[in-house]
């Protein structure tokens, strides 16, 4: 089965600095895809961004930005310029070709004003 | 984008009685739906994942006379917690996949359940 790992429980920057959030993942697929969701404190999981494993290049929304390492099995997501709003907990998930879904077990990100 | 609606938001129960859940896709139709578990500060671990039409799929350990599923129609599917006790107190969302290729999750809003 495929794992998803997230090596960062906690996490903090200040605010409009830059940080990175670690994800690793483990398969044998050559086809998924790879997300990051922020649930904040309402607890409603939002999309932030996702690759499609067969694109080379990083995928990028707004501030959001992924490092997308196929061979390494990492994916990492920079968040630029980081707001108060930007202060939740986010988990890496790993879609497979199956259609299942895995989650990390989150990184919590403090926004430091 | 796409929309999944979950009732209620929060529940409170006594010990004994059951819950309802109701996940609903307001704009797409889904075929398939996941349903989650999540303890405080944790991740969401997959319970089962409901098929239109069909059984649901369990994950291992996961009790199928204590959670049962029924996915009725392409945009409902409920989670009836039987026989609360206290232990079943936990946050649980739905989510589903939106077809054709279902490269995107959408989740409801969750809910939370308090059983006495």
């Known amino acids: 089965a495929q794992t998803v790992t997230q090596s960062q429980p906690e996490m903090s920057v200040q605010e409009a600095e830059t940080v990175t959030l670690s994800c690793t993942y483990d398969t044998s697929e050559s086809d998924y895809y790879l997300f990051w969701y922020k649930q904040p404190p309402s607890r409603q999981m939002i999309l932030v961004i996702r690759?499609?494993?067969?694109?080379?290049q990083n995928a990028t929304e707004n501030r959001f930005s992924v490092n997308f390492q196929k061979a390494a099995k990492s994916f990492s997501l920079k968040i630029s310029d980081s707001q108060l709003g930007d202060a939740a907990m986010y988990f890496c998930?790993?879609?497979?070709?199956?259609?299942?879904?895995?989650f990390g077990t989150g990184t919590s990100l403090t926004v430091i004003p | 984008g796409a929309v999944v609606s979950q009732h209620p938001s929060w529940v409170i129960c006594k010990s004994g009685t059951s819950v309802k859940i109701e996940c609903r896709s307001l704009?797409?139709?889904?075929?398939?739906m996941f349903w989650y578990r999540q303890f405080p500060k944790q991740s969401l671990m997959l319970m089962a994942t409901s098929n239109e039409g069909s059984k649901a799929t369990y994950e291992q350990g996961v009790e199928k006379d204590k959670f049962l599923i029924n996915h009725a129609s392409l945009t409902l599917s409920t989670l009836t917690v039987t026989s609360a006790h206290p232990e079943d107190s936990s946050f649980y969302i739905c989510?589903?996949?939106?077809?054709?290729?279902?490269?995107?999750?959408?989740f409801g809003s969750g809910t939370q359940l308090s059983v006495l």
């Open positions: 690759q499609e494993a067969y694109k080379q």
């Open positions: 989510s589903a996949p939106k077809t054709p290729s279902g490269e995107k999750l959408f």
């Open positions: 704009d797409f139709q889904a075929t398939t």
């Open positions: 998930a790993y879609r497979s070709a199956s259609n299942q879904f895995y």
